[in-house]
């Protein structure tokens, strides 16, 4: 147990519904990344936070994603009108302060869109 | 977008036996870390080496960094049931301390 937590674990949904994931990230940790994991692949980086604030998207994060960590504690990925592309491994990191990069990943949330 | 190329993709070995992996990358990096991850969980963080290193030990583990050939290797030594797993590497390069990994490589230790 890394000490991030994410909820839920699995997710099945129908196309075209939302879906909406929570990372609970060590209480210390101000940064906070959300990265997929395709099968096969390994997990591609989606967006960053600093705190409250994202600074940082990919170019993979298209219009139907958001993500949101309001009071820089919690996070929550959402997925509007979901597509069966959007079906992956969703996990979730944070760092510590300072220079440190070590990432301490969540179990993840597989996203299964049928 | 992936870093690049994890060399082999799949290793299957015997228990007590050396497992050593590869890793290629494109672009300048602060440092390089390997990840485990076991099928469907998280990754779990095994050791980093940065840009002005060469060698690095921890435990079992042996990691190697050579930046003019953008490649490193990690080698496990005497491999157990217990380390079969996927296993990354990523770099830290760019922004935000953000990871671009690689591929992974799957290895099977065999009991």
């Known amino acids: 147990d890394t000490g991030v937590s994410q909820d839920p674990r699995h997710k099945i949904t129908k196309r075209g519904q939302n879906v909406t994931f929570r990372c609970d990230p060590i209480?210390?940790?101000?940064?906070l990344y959300w990265y997929r994991q395709t099968l096969g692949q390994g997990p591609e980086f989606l967006t960053y936070?600093?705190?409250?604030?994202?600074?940082?998207k990919s170019r993979l994060l298209s219009d139907r994603f958001s993500a949101e960590r309001p009071k820089g504690s919690f996070s929550t990925l959402e997925i509007q009108r979901t597509e069966q592309g959007d079906s992956a491994m969703y996990l979730c990191a944070t760092l510590g302060g300072g220079r440190t990069t070590e990432a301490f990943f969540g179990q993840g949330t597989r996203l299964t869109v049928v | 977008s992936q870093q690049g190329e994890e060399d082999p993709q799949a290793l299957s070995i015997q228990e007590g036996e050396n497992a050593t992996m590869n890793c290629s990358y494109k672009?300048?990096?602060?440092?390089l870390q390997w990840y485990r991850q076991n099928s469907g969980r998280g990754l779990v963080h095994l050791i980093l080496i940065r840009s002005n290193e060469r060698e690095k030990h921890s435990g079992r583990l042996r990691v190697t960094l050579d930046t003019s050939k953008k490649s490193s290797s990690l080698l496990i030594t005497a491999s157990r049931a217990a380390d079969t797993a996927s296993y990354f590497c990523?770099?830290?390069?760019?922004?935000?301390?953000?990871?671009?990994f690689g591929k992974g490589t799957l290895l099977t230790v065999n009991p």
């Open positions: 209480s210390e940790h101000n940064r």
């Open positions: 936070f600093q705190n409250e604030a994202q600074l940082e």
């Open positions: 672009t300048s990096i602060n440092n």
């Open positions: 990523a770099t830290d390069g760019g922004s935000n301390y953000k990871l671009t």
